[in-house]
């Protein structure tokens, strides 16, 4: 019963905590000032809101969201290094 | 929480401090990315969230579903892995975008480009 | 013939062991749909490894990787909290800067290496590497002293990678 409510307090607090640290990316994202800013920020996101949904998957106990989490990390990491090549050239495809 | 009771105690007091550390360390890395000034100091703040601060939450899940036995640890090693080896080549490429771009502008702030003059393409 | 063939089906045994492994343990099952799947997984990506071209990797002392490991991620851990600290606690008399390191290492997957490491650890990032001249071009959060850095990145990270690859 103790370990229960330890594990599911602290899982609130590092809900609310990740939740809130989509903030700083979110705001870089939609201020910039500058592209290179945005995208760091976007990359930052999704490694937030990954590690969202692990502690999503802690509480449920269920396989669904580390699956999702393992396809936001191929996503975000193709997507930053698109974006990176757009910056440097000003278009995706040479 | 699904068979989180049947947990012992010594389990569940470190996995919550390692979730709670974890998110910690995201949230300090999120507001690094919001107060640090230039965009080259910015750039280091995402590192915290993406090394000790994803390692500290996939170790705790790691040791919460070994402990309660329901599945293989695949995933969390999967995503470490990921993660690990491919933050550090977005930054690097965010990185060197962005210097690209500074220079093209004649940014004061950033160094010339190294020994050679800047090729004409 | 039956070896060129072999060699061409498997140019890299090692990658496509691990693909298969990899996959069977994200299915959770050992029937022969997955096995078949996992298999034709595992032998396109040899092959697409194989249409890369990637040098050759040598590795001289495996133990030291180990080692090199292990101080990376002590370093990794005290870089952390350093930055955490320089953002929760913003100190006036810090100041961020770029620095040069001269870099003896020109291996590749050396060079990746080094970079990995660099950018992985909060306070530094790589920036650019010039390789005429084997100059690395390096943003510190927490600049005090330019040689230290210097003499940090060529003693604890780059003498081990050379030792490692070369």
Known sequence: MMSQMILSWSLLVAQVMLGLAMFGPLWRVLRGPRAQDRVVGLDTLYVTGMLLLLTFGIRSGTVIYFEAALVIALLGFVSTAALAKFLMRGEVME | ?121 | MSRRLLRWVLPHPILSAWLWLMWLLLEQSARPGPLLVGLVVALLGGRAMAMLQPQRVRIRRPGLILKLAGAVLVDVARSNLAVALVVLKPRPERHAGFIRVPLALRNPNALAALACIMTATPGTAWVEFDVEDGELLLHVLDLVDEADWVRIVKDRYEQPLLEIFQ
Do not use: W
């Open chain 2, 1 to 121: 929480m699904s068979g989180a009771a049947e947990l012992p105690l010594f389990v569940a007091i470190p996995v919550a401090i390692l979730l709670v550390l974890g998110a910690g360390l995201s949230l300090a890395g999120s507001i690094g990315l919001l107060r640090l000034k230039s965009f080259y100091e910015r750039v280091h703040a995402p590192t915290i969230g993406t090394s000790y601060g994803l390692g500290s939450v996939l170790l705790a899940s790691m040791i919460f579903f070994s402990v309660l036995q329901t599945r293989l640890v695949v995933h969390e090693v999967l995503i470490g892995i990921l993660v690990v080896v491919t933050t550090p080549v977005t930054l690097m490429l965010v990185t060197r975008a962005a210097l690209h771009r500074d220079r093209l502008e004649g940014n004061p702030e950033v160094p010339p480009p190294l020994s050679r003059p800047p090729e004409q393409d």
